[in-house]
């Protein structure tokens, strides 16, 4: 069985890449870590409601070095022994999970959420939010305040 | 790996019934106690099609049968966890889904909060229920968000 981990290199997309690999230790399975590059800074901090500082960091990244931190990444899932898996295009998040998730036919799909904005009661819809309404798996989502 | 236990929301719907699943199976797997949450709230009781005439009398007799039902209803979907290998407690109250998971899972200091995507409220496919909604939002705890046919 599989789980599938979306990380955009934030600390909750971390938080949601260590459970996942405690997780799959627990239960013996194998693990895709799966980043959508967004690419634009913009569209992060648009949707959040506010200027991500993640996002800043996104848009200075070109695709090489997304794929090469999805590499190291996964590197510490696979030091933990589990066999690993890496995907990384240029694709809308939500999507690109989904897709991934019904390939790998994931067991279950961990996910950070970026929490909410000053938009949060206007802008309806997270990447987390539509994953978890969209997927035929279950769905952990990380919270933004857990440290 | 925080070893509170899991507190999860049961109701009738269906994927109320994947949740008590998928629940059951990550508390065995991480060896954590699962709290079963049922909250019920007697106006659920009265069933979506019945009319206004005579409907107060018989949300009435809704009320006061809806107590037993939760508890007994509670009581039967945790012998099916302990049968899946977990050690379970049920809670079943009046109020709202929502707060009553918040307040059990600060409670017991939970690792996280496990809900079906849709209570029994209705399903819309793409759009997540209200309190999935309402916990992956703003409750600060991580969810487990279990869809109606959840795939093993």
Known sequence: MTVLVAIDFSRQSRKALDWAIDYAVARNEDMVVAHAFAGSRTALGVKDGHLDPIGQVEAEMNMGDAVELTGKWSQDARDAGIEVTTVAEKAKPADFILEQAQKAHATIIVIGSRGHGALKRTLLGSVATKVAAEATCPVVVIPPSED | ?152
């Open chain 2, 1 to 152: 790996m925080p070893s509170g236990p899991i507190v999860a929301g049961i109701d009738f719907s269906e994927c109320g019934g994947a949740a008590l699943d998928a629940a059951t199976e990550l508390a065995v797997a991480l060896d954590v106690e699962l709290v079963l949450v049922h909250a019920f709230s007697p106006e659920r009781y009265v069933p979506a099609l019945m009319g206004d005439a005579g409907s107060e009398l018989m949300a009435e007799a809704h009320a006061e049968r809806s107590q037993d039902e939760a508890i007994e209803f509670s009581q039967i979907w945790a012998e099916r966890a302990r049968e899946g290998g977990a050690t379970v407690r049920t809670i079943a109250e009046d109020g709202d889904p929502k707060e009553l998971l918040i307040q059990y899972a600060s409670e017991e200091k939970a690792s996280m909060i496990v809900v079906g995507t849709h209570g029994h409220k209705g399903f819309k496919r793409f759009v997540l229920g209200s309190v999935a909604e309402a916990l992956v939002r703003d409750a600060g705890y991580r969810v487990l968000v279990v869809p109606k046919r959840s795939k093993k």
